[in-house]
């Protein structure tokens, strides 16, 4: 539970972060803050998935396996150390390699965004705070594909053993919400956003977009239902209190 709610708050810095900057490209400075955080903390929220991942093949594969001591602080230096270190090279790659400016003329002629800030120009895209070109492709989806692979592997394995046991459509039924959750939060919904780079066209990047936007907003309501909403020590937990407040009002 403590690696299911660090994962949370990191996910919901994520979405604060885009709700207010993604869009604020005019300040270039804010900008690149913004995406240096974003890339951040959404490193650090795969790697708490694939922490969360270990953690549920310990419990569910390997069921008389003991956690070693300071655990949690093992995996926070994993999941809070890995993407401090990727971002860092990414960004001292960029600044080793930014273009370099070019000359203003006498006239102030052929100044614009690409000669003000070429640190801008190569690490952000064109309309919103997020890296672009080869730190897209080497800081974040690498290392995001490999956890997505190592998640997939668990997943799997988890389903497996499981249902090993299940002879019965009952049990089958009754371990299949814990499926669903373990996949959801293990992240293969992102499964999704690397099959909308498979194509340009717009018809196809709408159609997944909507696809992808829907099976991610719908993640968070499927986790609330089957981790809290559905248990019944939480619903025992919560219930009078929602009904003192309730009945008050």
Request: glycine share 6%; net charge positive; charged share 10%.
């Amino acid at each position: 539970m403590q690696v299911l709610i660090i994962l949370c708050v990191v996910l919901a810095v994520v979405y604060f972060i885009f709700m207010v900057g993604i869009e604020n490209r005019i300040n270039e400075d804010r900008c690149i803050v913004t995406a240096i955080l974003l890339q951040y903390f959404l490193l650090s929220a795969w790697c708490w998935m694939a922490v969360y991942a270990n953690v549920l093949y310990s419990g569910l594969v390997k069921v008389f396996h003991q956690f070693k001591r300071h655990y949690l602080r093992k995996a926070c230096a994993f999941a809070f150390g890995l993407p401090t270190i990727i971002v860092a090279l990414n960004v001292g790659i960029i600044e080793a390699t930014k273009p370099v400016p070019n000359v203003l003329s006498v006239c102030g002629k052929g100044s614009d965004r690409a000669t003000s800030l070429p640190f801008a120009e190569s690490f952000l895209a064109e309309n919103m705070c997020w890296i672009k070109g080869y730190s897209l492709y080497f800081s974040f989806l690498l290392p995001v594909g490999t956890i997505l692979l190592h998640n997939i592997v668990v997943f799997v394995l988890i389903f497996k053993s499981i249902t090993a046991e299940s002879t019965l459509s009952r049990n089958a039924i009754r371990h299949f919400p814990i499926a669903m959750t373990t996949g959801a939060m293990l992240g293969l919904v992102w499964i999704l956003a690397f099959f909308m780079m498979l194509a340009d066209d717009p018809v196809y990047l709408t159609i997944m977009s909507w696809i992808f936007s829907i099976a991610s907003a719908t993640q968070g309501v499927l986790i609330f239902y089957l981790m809290c909403v559905r248990e019944g020590g939480v619903r025992q937990f919560w219930f009078p209190i929602l009904r003192e407040l309730v009945c008050d009002r």
